[in-house]
């Protein structure tokens, strides 16, 4: 299943995507379910997926704003420096463990909304990532288990505000000015892609690849990832990690490639999809 959020006429809910439209699960289901984080912690997609079979839909994807796709994320848990061309671009050496940083939930915007370069800096920086959203509580979850923690796959645009994340080497404000990042339009059920498929990720400004790789070329693995963040925090329904960028970042060119007002950033997976963002300056 394609799982999104999104509002609709002054209200939020989240559905079912298919190719003739959405099925409002939140609607359909009587609000049983008010956001799809809840249908996660209600361990109830397999009910879901019972109750929109031979449903028909009523909202077209033009109709609807796309939220990001868990909007009250519990946490979103990013990893650093995930491949070895980005690690080589930074400068960096391998490290035994993977980097991990934090963003804030209203730092995301959904699918066709614009990202905001902020006025305190130009150098909003793109970087294309595969996201997996946790469906099953756990602590310190074995990497031979991880792969039943994940709910499914989004797509995932962690922009960078790159002068801030280099304040006295601080990530954190770098990474959280409002509207600087995105993830969707979807989540793709786990059951839809097998575990360990190695998905291709690019990123595109302006119709123009800058990004490409495979997820196999990842210096930790997916599971790996879940296994060291479940470790110092117990991971819920509905926490995003988004898996890294890799090289090829505007930062580390020459001259930088910052986004600017009026560019268009695609960020794709395969097996998932494309995510979409308009860029605009935000009102100072």
């Known amino acids: 299943m394609k799982l999104s959020s999104f509002s609709h006429a002054g ?40 109750l929109v079979r031979n449903a028909t839909p009523t909202l077209q994807l033009a109709d ?28 960096r050496d391998v490290t035994a463990k993977p980097m991990v940083f934090g963003r804030f939930a209203n730092s995301q915007v959904g699918h066709e909304q614009a990202l905001l370069r902020p006025p305190e800096s130009e150098q ?16 310190r979850i074995s990497v031979e288990d ?15 505000i790159r002068d801030w994340q280099r304040h006295t080497q601080q990530w ?33 400004l302006n119709g123009v690849e800058v990004q490409r790789t495979t997820t196999d070329l990842l210096i930790f693995s997916i ?27 505007g930062g580390k060119r020459n001259p930088p490639l910052w986004m600017k007002d009026g560019d268009v950033l695609e960020v794709e997976v395969s097996c998932v999809g494309v995510l979409r963002h308009p860029v605009r300056n935000e009102a100072a």
Request: with cysteine; aromatic share 8%; net charge negative.
């Open 11 to 50: 209200q939020t809910s989240w559905g079912v995507v298919t190719d003739d439209g959405i099925v409002d699960v939140g609607a359909l289901s009587g609000n049983q379910w008010p956001t799809l984080r809840d249908a996660l912690a209600a361990d109830a997609l397999s009910q879901v997926k019972e």
């Open 64 to 91: 609807v704003t796309f939220e990001p796709v868990i909007p009250n994320p519990p946490k979103i848990l990013c990893i650093g420096v995930a491949y070895h061309e980005h690690r080589l671009e930074t400068g």
């Open 124 to 139: 909003l920086d793109f970087e294309g990532e595969v996201a997996v959203v946790i469906g099953k509580r756990g602590r």
């Open 146 to 160: 991880a792969w039943d923690h994940i709910a499914g796959y989004s797509v995932y645009c962690d922009a960078t």
């Open 172 to 204: 954190t404000p770098g990474k959280n000015f409002v509207g600087t990042g995105g993830v969707g339009p979807w989540m793709v059920t786990r059951d839809e892609i097998a575990d360990g498929t190695d998905l291709t990720l690019s990123t595109r």
């Open 223 to 249: 599971p790996e990832m879940i296994a060291y963040c479940s470790t110092f925090t117990e991971l819920e329904p509905g926490d995003v990690i988004a898996t890294g960028t890799p090289g090829g970042v």
